[in-house]
């Protein structure tokens, strides 16, 4: 079975712009979250979708939006970007609630803004 | 206050040695999961192990383990017989509300484990 995958792996921006990323669950899974991953940090939560539907926000500006679609598949989008935004953006699948609890991560995509 | 804290910012082990990566959590919610990631310098996350709050027997998963010791909050990951390709950053993360659909995982810092040959 495929695993969770995730376009572009790598991308540069310059300051200012607007980029989309992409994220696709495994099979079967409802949820997709966004994680944030700067050099040297642990990943911190941006958001996770459910049904298309909002389910939790992490501690990020009004410049990260999602969506997530019928097929379950997700966009991040990030807004006037800033060099600070430069990171490793992981999207991670899941059952919506219930066993299993694993969660699952894809190879990620790495974002520099310059 | 730190929700995760993993206090070995690099650890060496010999091959075919075990190790243990420390990891303490705080929360006041009965309901938690906590989880082991490896990253390799690739950058994917890979999952290891998994241990709810409200399981009675320490998780094991091949050749990983998770001490859990509730009362102390630590969930320590054991590796048995390092291998070289289990040089990585590890990382230890906790969910709450764990019987919810929330699944928002909070990451420590990691641990950057090198096996020597």
């Known amino acids: 079975d495929a695993g969770v995958t995730q376009s572009p792996t790598h991308l540069i921006k310059t300051r200012g712009q607007h980029v989309t990323l992409r994220c696709s669950p495994i099979?079967?899974?409802?949820?997709v979250s966004w994680y944030q991953q700067v050099l040297g940090q642990g990943p911190q939560f941006i958001f996770q979708?459910?049904?298309?539907?909002?389910?939790g926000r992490g501690n990020f500006p009004d410049r990260f939006s999602a969506r997530q679609f019928p097929n379950y598949s997700s966009e991040l989008n990030v807004n006037a970007l800033l060099l600070g935004d430069s990171a490793l953006y992981l999207c991670?699948?899941?059952?919506?609630?219930?066993?299993?609890?694993?969660?699952?991560f894809g190879p990620g995509t790495r974002l520099t803004v310059t | 206050a730190q929700k995760i804290t993993q206090t070995q910012p690099g650890m060496f082990v010999q091959e075919k040695e075990a190790v243990t990566l420390d990891c303490t959590y705080d929360?006041?919610?009965?309901?938690?999961?906590l989880f082991w990631y490896k990253q390799p310098s690739s950058g994917e996350m890979i999952f290891l192990i998994y241990?709810?709050?409200?399981?009675?027997q320490n998780a094991t998963e091949g050749r990983y383990s998770l001490n859990f010791q509730k009362a102390r909050k630590s969930a320590n990951l054991v590796i048995s017989a390092s291998q070289l390709g289990d040089s990585a950053m590890y990382f230890c993360?906790?969910?709450?509300?764990?019987?919810?659909?929330?699944?928002?995982?909070?990451f420590g810092s990691g641990t950057r484990l090198q096996v020597q040959p």
């Open positions: 991670a699948s899941s059952l919506y609630a219930g066993a299993p609890y694993e969660q699952y």
């Open positions: 993360a906790m969910r709450e509300k764990e019987d919810t659909g929330r699944r928002a995982l909070t």
């Open positions: 241990q709810g709050s409200y399981d009675q």
């Open positions: 099979s079967g899974h409802k949820s």
């Open positions: 929360t006041s919610d009965p309901s938690y999961g």
């Open positions: 979708y459910y049904e298309k539907e909002e389910r």
